[in-house]
């Protein structure tokens, strides 16, 4: 049973835009708060972009301006719109519940952002 399955990431030189999405299982994570997280190489995993169920988002300050979460209940998908990409932005990029407010569900595979200078 696939809980969370990440997509879209890629190559992008620095300055240039993706769009992830991530789909999740409906009737598990519909009533959770979630969140976009990214593991940098040689770093923990950490939560940079949360969306409540009210569709309130909250950023650190590394993205805040530059990503945009976002989440489509009725289609059981969810966003994140990363413009201005920086060097520094790339890593593994996964989404799950917010660890602060919801259980973790099983963590997909994630999807591979690189961004070059």
């Known amino acids: 049973q696939v809980q969370l399955v990440e997509s879209g990431g890629g190559t992008v030189q620095a300055g240039g835009s993706l769009r992830l999405s991530c789909e999740f299982s409906g009737d598990i994570f519909s009533a959770r708060a979630m969140g976009w997280y990214r593991e940098a190489p040689g770093q923990q995993r950490e939560l940079i972009a949360a969306?409540?169920?009210?569709?309130?988002?909250a950023y650190p300050d590394s993205v805040k301006g530059r990503f945009t979460i976002s989440r489509d209940n009725s289609k059981s998908t969810m966003y994140l719109q990363m413009n201005s990409l920086k060097p520094e932005d790339t890593g593994v990029y996964y989404c799950?519940?917010?660890?602060?407010?919801?259980?973790?569900?099983?963590w997909g595979q994630g999807t591979q952002v690189t961004v070059s200078s």
């Open positions: 799950n519940a917010d660890w602060r407010q919801a259980q973790l569900g099983v």
């Open positions: 969306i409540n169920l009210d569709g309130r988002p």
